[in-house]
Antibody, heavy 116, light 109 residues
Framework: QVQLQESGPGLVKPSETLSLTCTVS????????WSWIRQPAGKGLEWIGRIYTSGSPNYNPSLKSRVTMSVDTSKNQFSLKLSSVTAADTAVYYC??????????WGQGTLVTVSS | QSMLTQPPSASGTPGQTVTISCSGS????????VYWYQQIPGTAPNLVIY???QRPSGVPDRFSGSKSGTSASLAISGLRSDDEADYYCAAWDDRLNGYVFGAGTKVTV
């Protein structure tokens, strides 16, 4: 059974870069889309973007100028970088596998707070 | 402002049926599959419907999805207390070239 686990700093200073990694266990990272989705406290879900093991990633147009995603197949991991963060980027960040059958599974989520 | 419109809340008594609507446009629901996610507070979302009306294994048949034109709906029949959660619809949007979510509907039993 595939499981996902997010990791990275829980606190990032304003204007710096948020960096998160999602480790995939119980299956190969190959042949699927892998997405990042975030949720500010008390608010709804926002899709950040997705990456395949080959080909160009797709990013949410509202975040595209600040987002970079990458995949490391040797480590069965994929990563998110979000630059020039502000308090508005404070949220729980989820990684998830994407396919026709939807986003499934999801990681447990990791809270990232942007504050000095 | 979400591109998919959901009512903020819905409620019902145990055993009843509650239906949640999700309204979009031709670039998302009108031309792509709809997905529904259940989120219990403090936990990650969980897929309950994919491909408009398909249930993943393990999701009870009390959950059903439908789509017509640019709108979709999720029905929960035989409502139970553990169905209390936030429910989100989602779809790919061809114009944005990305996924869009509704703002979520809080179901109270």
């Amino acid at each position: 059974q595939v499981q996902l686990q997010e990791s990275g700093p829980g606190l990032v200073k304003p204007s710096e870069t948020l960096s998160l990694t999602c480790t995939v266990s119980g299956g190969s990272i190959g042949s699927y889309y892998w997405s990042w989705i975030r949720q500010p406290a008390g608010k709804g879900l926002e899709w950040i973007g997705r990456i395949y093991t080959s080909g160009s990633p797709n990013y949410n147009p509202s975040l595209k100028s600040r987002v970079t995603m990458s995949v490391d197949t040797s480590k069965n991991q994929f990563s998110l970088k979000l630059s020039s963060v502000t308090a508005a980027d404070t949220a729980v960040y989820y990684c998830a596998r994407g396919r026709f059958e939807g986003f499934d599974p999801w990681g447990q989520g990791t809270l990232v707070t942007v504050s000095s | 402002q979400s591109m998919l419109t959901q009512p903020p809340s819905a409620s019902g008594t145990p055993g009843q049926t509650v239906t949640i609507s999700c309204s979009g446009s031709s670039s998302n629901i009108g031309s792509n599959y709809v997905y529904w996610y259940q989120q219990i507070p403090g936990t990650a979302p969980n897929l309950v419907i994919y491909g408009n009306n398909q249930r993943p294994s393990g999701v009870p048949d009390r959950f059903s999805g439908s789509k017509s034109g640019t709108s979709a709906s999720l029905a929960i029949s035989g409502l139970r207390s553990d169905d209390e959660a936030d429910y989100y619809c989602a779809a790919w949007d061809d114009r944005l070239n990305g996924y869009v979510f509704g703002a979520g509907t809080k179901v109270t039993v």
